[in-house]
């Protein structure tokens, strides 16, 4: 139990385009769900939370328009890296959570390499 | 505010051997306490938690940890580690924060088992 998903698993696109990546619980309802980038050989950095229906929150320097999150519903959240630049090239993982239950469950990661 | 500080960014060890990876925290309130496991270009994998209760936690795949508030430490054991522990290892507490439970992660642990 607790899966989540993530597509793609990597994503190559050039400088300036846009590259949007899922996050899906399989086997349950995440009431929230967390997106995370790691740099090689570093620990993960909060980006942002997401509660299904309203707006996310985002970490101290994590820009708002630049990091688009949509949480459509219970199971899925999105990530948009507008414009993307090489500097963006990372490696991105959500995280799920359920109400109550004081665990995150952590999808296989997305890895992003701009061109 | 809350942190994790894992003391050794390496540890190299043989095979059949017994590893401890450390960590200490620091906070001003009760926290929750995870290890996860995360092996190359995946996503991370919960090996055990400390809510509450029993200060002595067993995990997957054999590891164990011991919650000691006194020293703030949450150290991470395996009696007999195998070649396919090898891995990186993160200690992370929970916050609750605006309704929902954040992570901080600490910097990691390369674990390296040698035959």
């Known amino acids: 139990g607790a899966v989540v998903s993530q597509h793609p698993s990597w994503v190559i696109c050039k400088s300036g385009t846009s590259v949007k990546i899922e996050c899906r619980s399989l086997?349950?309802?995440?009431?929230?769900m967390f997106w995370y980038r790691q740099f090689p050989k570093q620990s993960l950095m909060l980006m942002a939370t997401?509660?299904?229906?309203?707006?996310?929150?985002?970490e101290q320097g994590v820009e708002k328009d630049k990091f688009l999150i949509n949480h459509a519903s219970l199971t899925l959240s999105t990530l948009t890296v507008t414009s993307a630049h090489p500097e963006d090239s990372s490696f991105y993982i959500c995280?799920?959570?359920?109400?109550?239950?004081?665990?995150?469950?952590f999808g296989p990661g997305t890895r992003l390499t701009v061109l | 505010a809350q942190s994790v500080t894992q003391l050794d960014s390496q540890v190299p060890v043989f095979e059949e051997a017994p590893v401890e990876l450390r960590c200490n925290y620091s906070?001003?309130?009760?926290?929750?306490l995870f290890w996860y496991v995360q092996y190359p270009n995946q996503g991370l994998q919960l090996l055990l938690k400390?809510?509450?209760?029993?200060?002595l936690v067993k995990g997957i795949n054999g590891f164990e940890a011991e919650f000691n508030k006194s020293q703030t430490s949450f150290h991470l054991r395996k009696p007999s580690v195998h070649i396919s522990d090898t891995a990186e290892y993160f200690c992370?507490?929970?916050?609750?924060?605006?309704?929902?439970?954040?992570?901080?992660f600490g910097a990691g642990t390369r674990l390296a088992v040698h035959p």
């Open positions: 906070s001003s309130v009760s926290v929750y």
């Open positions: 997401s509660n299904e229906g309203s707006k996310a929150t985002y």
């Open positions: 086997d349950f309802q995440a009431t929230t």
């Open positions: 995280s799920a959570g359920l109400a109550g239950v004081n665990t995150q469950y």
């Open positions: 400390y809510l509450s209760g029993s200060t």
């Open positions: 992370a507490v929970s916050s609750f924060s605006g309704g929902y439970n954040k992570l901080i």
